[in-house]
């Protein structure tokens, strides 16, 4: 036991993620509860500023996905409150959702990323020019669990994808996709744990493929050569670094058949369902549930 203090889980809100933070949520719930902790579920929600000191939340847990969640507003109001929390900061949390302004902080950075353009969806007008070749991802600039995220093969499918983005934003990026393997490393307390390599049934690794069970193969350690692990591992712990990350972090690369990783986004609330990613990493790494959350709680309390 670690602390005595009242945690508070912070799960649900109000974005498009909002079942996938309830599942999270109540995992990491459940796992404090049967721990011994003096834990409390607050689902979240317009009356937040109100209803966290009155249930008497000491040290948030924070489990909520997108939107204000994972943009850094919630952390800047647990600031105000004095209350310590789980994860990254204000602005690592709200660079890391912002797809344009971490793309930006990795170039600068000297760090991989496919080639991409960003655009307003309204001002569109037929095929963009964007420098590089089909396929492409299309996807909008600040959403996660590839939620409004397609795969163009041909011009006659720009159209769809761009409105499936648009109902997520104005913005989008479009990135060049990078034909290879999916890689997934994960981070913990200022250091990298392992990894795991994804291999969709579907298209690509989609919102039904991350969380329905049995629609995604998972391969750990990745099935690559050590060196190109070693390297991908590197590269995500330069993006968390660049970025500023803090806490429990997924870094999610694509690697060619050179052997090259190109990182795609940092996940700054990863998902903690049954189907959900670090875990798993955590689990080769010597980490089993518990033991993950307990250590994500001594990164806050070290933090605050």
Avoid at 13 to 33: C, D, F, M, N, P
Avoid at 100 to 126: M, T, W
Avoid at 136 to 153: F, N
Wanted: aromatic share 8%.
């Amino acid at each position: 036991m670690i602390t005595d203090k009242r945690i508070g889980v912070l799960l649900g809100g109000t974005s498009a993620e909002r079942e996938v933070s309830l599942r999270s949520g109540q995992a990491i719930y459940g796992a404090l509860k049967n721990l011994g902790y003096n834990v409390v579920a607050v689902d979240v929600g317009e009356d937040i500023c109100t209803s966290l000191p009155a249930a008497g939340v000491q040290i948030a847990f924070l489990a909520l996905h997108g939107g204000f969640g994972e943009n850094g507003s919630i952390q800047g109001m647990l600031e105000v409150l004095g209350i310590p929390y789980t994860g990254s900061g204000v602005l690592a949390s709200a660079i890391a959702m912002d797809k344009e302004a971490s793309k930006k902080v990795f170039r600068y950075h000297g760090i991989p990323v496919p080639p991409y353009v960003v655009l307003d969806c309204q001002s569109l007008n037929g095929m963009p020019q964007t420098g590089f070749d089909l396929p492409w991802v299309v996807k909008p600039a600040a959403e996660g669990s590839s939620i409004g995220v397609s795969i163009v093969k041909q011009e006659h499918g720009f159209k769809k994808a761009i409105e499936q983005a648009g109902l997520y934003g104005g913005r989008i990026i479009i990135e060049q996709y990078i034909d290879g393997k999916e890689i997934q490393i994960g981070i913990l307390n200022g250091k990298s744990i392992g990894g795991v390599e994804v291999r969709p049934s579907l298209e690509f690794y989609s919102y039904e493929a991350k969380y329905t069970s049995g629609l995604t193969e998972y391969i750990l350690p990745p099935d690559i050569e050590d060196a190109v692990y070693e390297q991908a591992a590197s590269t995500a712990f330069s993006a968390h670094r660049a970025v500023g990350c803090k806490g429990a972090t997924r870094v999610d690369l694509r690697v060619d058949g050179k052997g090259d990783p190109y990182v795609l986004e940092i996940n700054t609330i990863p998902g903690m369902t049954e189907t959900s990613l670090l875990p798993k990493i955590a689990r080769l790494a010597g980490y089993d549930f518990p033991d993950l959350i307990e250590e994500m709680l001594r990164g806050a309390i070290r933090e605050s």
